[in-house]
């Protein structure tokens, strides 16, 4: 009876850790010490194009040619410590990668690398457009400070004595920071969206 609610026990823990594998949106790699590819789970397989279990007993290198992969693995394996690379997109594999390995150790050397890979595309992607959102804003707001900084140098440099010209230099100090105001207010309604 024991022996009975044990093996139930281990299969109801192997079908939960199955479970889990299998709907991780995370690509898995199990390797051996030597890199070569033991498991996968169905999210590396679709990144490596392959049929499911086709993987097994290959080399990441023939699997994963040029993805980090075989990178992160290796240095796992060799050093013993966790590795991580990053993965610029390649023919075939549009997404951005960031590739995590970590060395399976057993009484203190290692047996092989557990590899985990994320999809970093839209993160690269929001990081480059915010990049170029705060470019464009720094332009933006630097056009009108100029501007105003130099009608305010005209007229302290004795420009403020000439009756006919400073109305001129006031009224370019007033337009330019009605347009600062004018993009703070955009900048504070994009946040607010």
Do not use: Y
């Not at 995590?100 to 999809?119: R, S, T, W």
Request: glycine share 10%; net charge negative.
């Amino acid at each position: 009876e024991d022996l009975a609610r044990k093996m139930g026990e281990l299969s109801a823990g192997k079908r939960e850790v199955e479970a889990v594998l299998e709907n991780m949106s995370e690509a898995l790699v199990l390797t051996d010490g030597r890199g070569v590819i033991k498991a996968m789970n169905p999210a590396a397989e679709r990144l490596a194009g392959l049929k499911p279990g086709a993987a097994a007993g290959r080399r990441m290198l023939d699997v994963f040619g040029g993805t980090g992969f075989e990178e992160a693995a290796l240095e796992a394996l060799v050093s013993g410590r966790p590795a991580s690379r990053d993965s610029a997109p390649a023919a075939g594999r549009p997404a951005e990668l960031k590739v995590n390995a970590a060395p399976v150790l057993e009484g203190g050397k290692v047996k092989g690398c557990v590899l985990v890979a994320h999809d970093v595309s839209e993160l690269k992607k929001v990081e480059r457009l915010r990049k170029d959102f705060v470019a464009n804003v720094s332009h933006e707001l630097k056009t009108p400070l100029t501007a105003i900084k130099g009608s305010v140098e005209t007229l302290l440099g004795g420009a403020v004595d000439d009756r006919d010209h400073r109305g001129e230099f006031l009224e370019s100090v007033l337009r330019q920071a009605s347009r600062l105001e004018a993009l703070v207010d955009d900048l504070l309604r994009l946040s607010s969206l």
